[in-house]
């Protein structure tokens, strides 16, 4: 069963990803980025990014991205302590601690942040 939910979640985080890179990359107007929009709630802004490596191992520090139903968040972004520069993870068997059945990626932000998606 833990098997299952896991493939669940990441089917999710997967279509989440795919679905808001989709959505709004047709409308973006500053040319930059192709990877998902990501919220940061600490700033209110929106950052558009570019995926650089999926997956990575789990070696290091990430800062955890949670998929939401208005797409992709964070709470540190850009110039705060707490931003680890786009080394992210995703909580995909929700235990709610970074282990080997979450995901793993690197994906920056590209600044400046903006307060519409």
């Known amino acids: 069963m833990k098997t299952i939910k896991s493939i669940t979640t990441a089917c999710l985080i997967g279509a989440a990803l795919v679905a808001t890179t989709a959505a709004l990359a047709e409308e973006r107007t500053t040319g930059r980025g192709t990877g998902p929009i990501i919220y940061v709630t600490s700033q209110g802004l929106f950052y558009d990014s570019i ?67």
Request: with cysteine; charged share 15%; proline share 9%.
């Open 51 to 117: 995926v650089v490596a999926d997956p990575l191992p789990m070696k290091g520090n990430f800062q955890q991205l949670i998929p939401g139903m208005n797409g992709l968040s964070t709470e540190f972004g850009p110039g705060e302590v707490g931003h680890l520069g786009g080394r992210w993870w995703v909580d995909v068997d929700g235990g709610g601690v970074m282990d080997a059945g979450d995901h793993y990626f690197l994906c920056p932000l590209l600044g400046p942040g903006r307060a519409e998606m």
